[in-house]
């Protein structure tokens, strides 16, 4: 396939893709709730709900706002969208950060939930983070 063509199915088959990541993001969680033979305590459930709020934080955001050529009436409001698109990946990397806290948790006690449900809780957090990405990279203002 044409690299070109590829490029320009992208605004098309973007969102579709982007969807389909999030939900098996969702769905490793799910899984791994579902299967847990101990009680998984709400702290676990966390990262991926910030991971979710960070994706749609930094989805609120056109590409065409953060180039050079961007024009708004307001004074000064580059630095304010760039200032949401840190703090959303500050979110973001810190829900993934919790993420890997949990499953290195998991893994060394005994008494909680496997270490699958926090290897389930890194997946998750990936693949919500990796689709709210290629959906902000696919999606337009048209």
């Not at 009436?73 to 806290?101: N, T």
Request: aromatic share 16%.
């Amino acid at each position: 396939m044409d690299t070109n063509n590829l490029l320009a199915a992208w605004p098309v088959l973007g969102p579709g893709v982007a969807g389909a990541v999030f939900g098996a993001g969702w769905w490793f969680w799910v899984d791994a709730v579902v299967c847990s033979a101990a009680a998984v305590p709400f702290l676990h459930y966390l990262p991926g709900f910030f991971a979710s709020f960070a994706a749609l934080m930094f989805n609120s955001v056109s590409r065409e706002d953060i180039g050079d050529g961007y024009y708004s009436p307001y004074d000064d409001s580059e630095w304010r969208v760039k200032l949401w698109l840190f703090i959303s990946y500050v979110v973001s990397f810190v829900s993934l950060a919790g993420a890997v806290g949990f499953l290195v948790q998991d893994a060394l006690t005994n008494t909680g939930p496997s270490a699958w449900t926090g290897t389930a809780g890194v997946l998750q957090c990936v693949c919500i983070l990796v689709s709210g990405l290629m959906y902000w990279t696919c999606h337009s203002e048209d």
